[in-house]
C-alpha cells in the first residue's frame, strides 16, 4: 500500500500570501495519479487538482499542481479568504487501493 | 448537474447492520465507477471501497479495515450504489460520502455525505 505523507500538518499564511503544500509517497505513484482536494467544515470534498497537475473544472488559475514519481506540491499563488481549509492529497495510481494523506490545514 | 444524494444513515449499535444508498443524477451511471469514502470526526480521509461498471464485471474491492464486513453493490435500473456493513463497530462512526470515480480523473464528484454513528 503506497502511503502519502503530507507537509506541514498546519500551514498559517495570510490573504494575499503563497501557499506550499507538500505530499511525498512511499512508492512512485502510477502514472502520476496525484489528485489535490480541498475540503471545508461540515462540506463535501472537492476536486482541485488530477494528474498531478490538471486542475478540474471551475477551479480558479491560483491553484497548480506540479511532481512526478514520489514527490508532488500543491500551489496557491495568492491566497483568498475561501482558500483557508483543509487539504488532501490522494493517489489512484494504484487502483483498486486508493489512499489519501493525511491532509495540511490552511489557516489565518 | 451532477447529484450524488446519500441516505440511510443512523445510529446503530456494535455488531449491528446499516445499508446506506447513494442515488445518482447527471451522468451516465451505467459506465461509472462508484467509491465509498469515509470521515471520522475530527479526522481525515479513509477510502472504503470501489465498484467498477456491469459491464466491467461489477467488481468491487474493499480497504483492509472493512474487507468481509462491507458490502458494496449497484443498480443501474435505479442509478444508485450501495454500502452494506455489517458487524459494525464503533470505529466505523464516520460521515460517509459516495463519489464518481473516473479512472484518470480521480474523485470528480462527491455526495455530500451522511452520518453512521456506532455505540451502545
Known amino acids: 500500500e503506497i502511503v502519502l505523507t503530507q507537509s506541514p500538518g498546519t500551514l498559517s499564511l495570510s490573504p494575499g500570501e503563497r501557499a506550499t503544500l507538500s505530499c511525498r509517497a512511499s512508492q512512485t505513484v502510477s502514472n502520476d495519479y496525484l489528485a489535490w482536494y480541498q475540503q471545508k467544515p461540515g462540506r463535501a470534498p472537492r476536486l482541485l487538482i488530477y494528474g498531478a497537475s490538471t486542475r478540474a473544472t471551475g477551479i480558479p488559475d491560483r491553484f497548480s499542481g506540479s511532481g512526478s514519481g514520489t514527490d508532488f506540491t500543491l500551489t496557491i499563488s495568492r491566497l483568498e479568504p475561501e482558500d483557508f481549509a483543509v487539504y488532501y492529497c490522494?493517489?489512484?495510481?494504484?487502483?483498486?487501493?486508493?489512499?489519501f494523506g493525511q491532509g495540511t490545514k490552511l489557516e489565518i | 448537474e451532477v447529484q450524488l444524494v446519500e441516505s440511510g444513515g443512523g445510529l446503530v449499535k456494535p455488531g449491528g447492520s446499516l445499508r446506506l444508498s447513494c442515488a445518482a443524477s447527471g451522468f451516465y451511471f451505467n459506465d461509472a465507477w462508484m467509491s465509498w469514502v469515509r470521515q471520522a470526526p475530527g479526522k481525515g480521509l479513509e477510502w472504503v471501497g470501489r465498484?467498477?461498471?456491469?459491464?466491467?464485471?461489477?467488481?468491487?474491492d474493499y480497504a483492509a479495515p472493512v474487507k468481509g464486513r462491507f458490502t458494496i453493490s449497484r443498480d443501474d435500473s435505479k442509478t444508485s450504489v450501495f454500502l452494506q456493513m455489517n458487524d459494525l463497530k464503533t470505529e466505523d462512526t464516520a460521515t460517509y460520502y459516495c463519489?464518481?470515480?473516473?479512472?484518470?480523473?480521480?474523485?470528480?464528484?462527491w455526495g455530500q455525505g451522511i452520518s453512521v454513528t456506532v455505540s451502545s
Open positions: 463519489s464518481w470515480v473516473v479512472p484518470a480523473s480521480a474523485f470528480g464528484r
Open positions: 490522494q493517489q489512484y495510481g494504484s487502483s483498486p487501493m486508493y489512499t
Open positions: 465498484i467498477i461498471s456491469n459491464a466491467g464485471g461489477a467488481k468491487a
